[in-house]
């Protein structure tokens, strides 16, 4: 599928990309029908479709045409079971292969049904989606996260409370354990899943806490440092994370000279090549920058030598190489500029 970023109008009807080609059809369906369509895509792809819809102009006939009989012979070759109401199947089934073998197979063919609905979800908050389930039973718990994209999945299990009898490590041995989902729970699940669609708009707006504290210490004229301590003598632990937001990797893209050649003195170049993986190029450039150009080049044959890296081990380094960056400051040994300003000769 093409990039909605990279969106060209096509000069031919036959140069249509399948996105192009997806945002023509949904165009031309009518909001009604088209609202029905987008809510049973991933995230991913209703950004992606929603992005080329609003940047198409002036579509040619033959385009339509082209999007439209494309449509129409996929639909053909992929119709299906998938093209029945559930009440026809079980009439169908029902007929063919008797009751308890006809809800045997529905409830295979519709335990896909939900996932449509559960995509919607990808739009809440974790810890919101984490709220909601709280209070399920683990095993609808365990049933809920099985059926989310596994990456929210991820963080809503991170966000559920732990309770005496455990929490999140009995939810996960349940899920663990799941081989099919029979009628009444996938009964149950529908229901918990249209409550919280229902409740989606009741989410409350995100804020960022920590972040927005740190950018205010960080521009605080003054005794900022005795701030921080009347801080941490309330919550020393929301005042670590706090310092932890202060001292952000890219800051290094804006400091002296000085100050970085002291630090790549004290942060090993293996740390370095790890931390600069993927990193913004006004960071790698300040940090090779302040290496002597010998140290600079075999730096970047060090990079290459070490292949992909997992992102929780880039960002264990660069969390490590602030810390240095704190420890240097403390001790006076630099001094960092902590946010963008203009600065003077």
Same mark, same amino acid.
């Given at each position: 599928m093409a990039e909605a970023s990279d969106f060209i109008p096509p000069g031919s009807a036959a140069s249509l990309s399948p996105v192009e080609r997806a945002a023509i059809v949904l165009l031309s369906m009518g909001e009604e029908p088209a609202a029905a369509v987008l809510r049973c895509l991933s995230r991913e792809e209703l950004l992606d479709v929603t992005q080329v819809m609003s940047r198409l102009s002036g579509i040619k006939v033959d385009w339509v045409k082209t999007a439209l009989q494309t449509f129409f012979d996929d639909y053909r070759e992929q119709s299906g079971v998938h093209g029945a109401s559930r009440s026809y199947l079980k009439r169908s089934l029902d007929l063919a292969l008797g009751?308890?073998?006809?809800?045997?197979?529905?409830?295979?063919?519709? !335990?896909?049904?939900?996932?449509p609905k559960m995509q919607?979800?990808?739009w809440a908050s974790p810890k919101w989606l984490a709220e909601?389930?709280?209070?399920?039973?683990?095993r609808m718990q365990a049933v809920f996260l099985a059926f989310l994209p596994s990456a929210l999945a991820s963080e809503v299990v991170a966000a559920l409370p732990e309770?005496?009898? !455990?929490?999140?490590?009995?939810?996960?041995?349940?899920?663990?354990?799941?081989?099919?989902?029979?009628?009444e729970l996938l009964s149950e699940l529908e229901d918990l899943v249209e409550?919280?669609?229902? !409740? *989606? !708009?009741?989410?409350?707006?995100? =804020?960022?806490?920590?972040?927005? =504290?740190?950018?205010i210490l960080n521009r605080l004229p003054g005794q900022r440092q005795q701030m921080v301590e009347l801080l941490r003598a309330?919550?020393?632990?929301?005042?670590? +994370?706090?310092?932890?937001?202060?001292? +952000?990797?890219?800051?290094?893209?804006?400091?002296?000279?000085?100050?970085?050649?002291? *630090?790549? +003195?004290?942060?090993?170049?293996? *740390?370095? /090549?790890? #931390?600069?993986k993927g990193a913004e190029p006004p960071v790698r450039d300040a940090v090779?920058? #302040?290496?002597?150009?010998?140290?600079?080049?075999?730096? +970047?044959? *060090?990079?290459?030598?070490?292949?992909?890296?997992p992102m929780s081990r880039v960002e264990q #380094?660069?969390?490590?190489?602030?810390?240095? =960056?704190? #420890?240097?400051?403390? /001790?006076?040994?630099?001094?960092?500029?902590?946010?963008a300003e203009d600065v003077v000769e």
């Open positions: 009751g308890q073998i006809a809800s045997s197979v529905l409830n295979s063919i519709y !335990g896909d049904a939900i996932r919607r979800l990808q909601q389930i709280s209070h399920e039973h683990q309770g005496p009898a !455990g929490g999140r490590d009995r939810v996960l041995l349940q899920m663990a354990r799941l081989s099919e989902v029979d009628a409550r919280c669609l229902a !409740g *989606l !708009g009741q989410q409350g707006a995100a =804020v960022e806490g920590v972040k927005q =504290v740190a950018e309330h919550d020393p632990e929301v005042v670590s +994370e706090i310092e932890t937001s202060m001292y +952000e990797f890219f800051m290094l893209s804006r400091q002296s000279e000085a100050s970085l050649t002291r *630090l790549i +003195e004290e942060v090993p170049m293996e *740390l370095w /090549a790890v #931390a600069l090779l920058a #302040a290496m002597p150009r010998r140290q600079a080049q075999s730096f +970047e044959d *060090l990079i290459r030598r070490g292949g992909p890296m #380094a660069r969390a490590e190489i602030m810390a240095q =960056v704190k #420890a240097l400051v403390d /001790a006076g040994e630099i001094q960092v500029q902590l946010f």
